[in-house]
């Protein structure tokens, strides 16, 4: 039986689930976990590591091993994605008007247009102390973990919680799968339809690691007659220029997942499908694109549940 | 006289053929016209009560008329209970859904 508990946590809903026969103790502990990860994480808190962190930019300072394991999450996204999923980016964000939660925005008065912030930073020019967890910025470098902090948590809630039972964590869409459920069976999963969230284009099945979408569907905008939207393409400062709407990756983790749906959505459908194959063919791709055309590689047939997974919109 | 008598013999005689012959025919008429009637109910009198005698109430006419294919027809005994019925490869709920956030 699956037992969910949901809360609010990184201004999303998220929800914690596992598959046992009794309701477990360690669910309620959930949310306080993902407290105390936020409190660091977020620059949305004031008092949060990572403000601390980029107020200090310039100089070596060391950083708590949560700040360090998501840090360390976000360099290897920086790498595998060939350097266009990064957390340099708060320059061009700030620069829109994005100095809040989206939730607490009024989009129409408080976004503007994204301005070209000019070459891209490199994260690697940051000096990174693994052992010792010493961070040293450049001046002027300022730090973002956004998706990728909340994948992490969510990864690292899975793996708490699947010492008492195998674990769903879904963290506001993206999803971690500690491994499968009772009876080996595999977790369900549906795609959402970007344009009834109600409804599921089609349903999936993991038996373990990982689950993301990115899309420019949600915190999109108009100013001045363009479309803005909150993924930045790093190689330009400005919202991506892309065909897809939503890009669902299956990984072997969430991190992985969340790193490639935002890549494929950072270069378009075709070139996005393409560096997969070429970077991860292990992975899974299902992508709906701005015409509302529904495309994905060959991996993804292997999750889909059923021959009719997928409604065509 | 004689002949008078005679001739009213003769009348007699026809007339008595004629009453014959019509007592007769009314008879067969009645015996053949009955054939045809359904038996009659013998209610057996009982002390303080009458005796009545009915015909059996005749058989009713059910014209047949075209049942409607969605129409359930029941055929005595209890009614059918509903059923679920899950067609094989129907899937379950999901646990969530991915989406952008």
């Known amino acids: 039986m699956i037992h969910k508990h949901y809360f609010e946590a990184f201004n999303c809903r998220m929800m914690a689930a596992v598959d046992m026969e009794g309701r477990p103790e360690i669910l309620d502990q959930v949310p306080g976990w993902f407290e105390e990860w936020e409190s660091a994480l977020s620059r949305f808190r004031q008092h949060s590591e990572l403000n601390a962190v980029n107020s200090t930019s310039g100089q070596p300072v060391r950083v708590s091993d949560i700040f360090a394991a998501v840090f360390e999450s976000a360099l290897n996204a920086y790498r595998a994605s060939d350097r266009l999923v990064t957390p340099l980016i708060l320059n061009a964000i700030l620069q829109a008007g994005y100095n809040r939660s989206f939730d607490l925005l009024n989009a129409g008065n408080s976004l503007q247009t994204f301005d070209v912030i000019g070459t891209a930073l490199d994260l690697e020019n940051i000096e990174w102390d693994a052992r010792f967890h010493t961070l040293h910025t450049p001046d002027g470098y300022q730090l973002d973990f956004g998706g990728v902090a909340k994948g992490w948590a969510a990864h690292q809630a899975a793996i708490r919680l699947s010492k008492i039972a195998p674990a769903l964590v879904d963290a506001a869409g993206d999803i971690a799968v500690s491994g499968p459920g009772q009876n080996d069976q595999p977790w369900l999963i549906g795609i959402a339809d970007p344009d009834n969230p109600d409804r599921n284009l089609g349903l999936i099945q993991i038996r373990k690691g990982g689950v993301a979408t990115s899309g420019t569907d949600r915190r999109r905008w108009l100013h001045n007659g363009v479309l803005n939207h909150h993924i930045i393409d790093p190689r330009s400062g400005l919202p991506a220029g892309t065909d897809v709407l939503t890009a669902t990756v299956v990984a072997p983790s969430i991190m992985n997942a969340e790193m490639a749906s935002k890549t494929i959505l950072i270069l378009g459908s075709e070139q996005g499908l393409l560096w997969l194959e070429k970077k991860h063919p292990q992975m899974a791709a299902f992508i709906i694109l701005e015409s509302r055309d529904c495309i994905w590689n060959a991996n993804m047939n292997t999750y889909f549940r059923g021959s009719n997974g997928i409604t065509k919109i | ?101």
């Open chain 2, 1 to 101: 006289m004689n002949q008078k008598s005679r001739k009213n013999n003769w009348a007699d005689i026809k007339l008595l053929i004629v009453a014959a012959s019509l007592t007769a025919m009314l008879g067969l008429w009645n015996f053949f016209a009955l054939q045809g009637i359904k038996e009659k109910i013998d209610i057996t009198p009982s002390f303080g009560i009458q005796t009545v005698t009915v015909d059996q109430s005749p058989s009713k006419m059910i014209n047949p008329t075209l049942i409607p294919a969605d129409t359930k027809i029941l055929m005595g005994g209890s009614a059918p209970q509903e059923k679920i019925i899950v067609q094989p490869g129907s899937a379950p709920a999901p646990v969530t859904q991915t989406r952008s956030s």
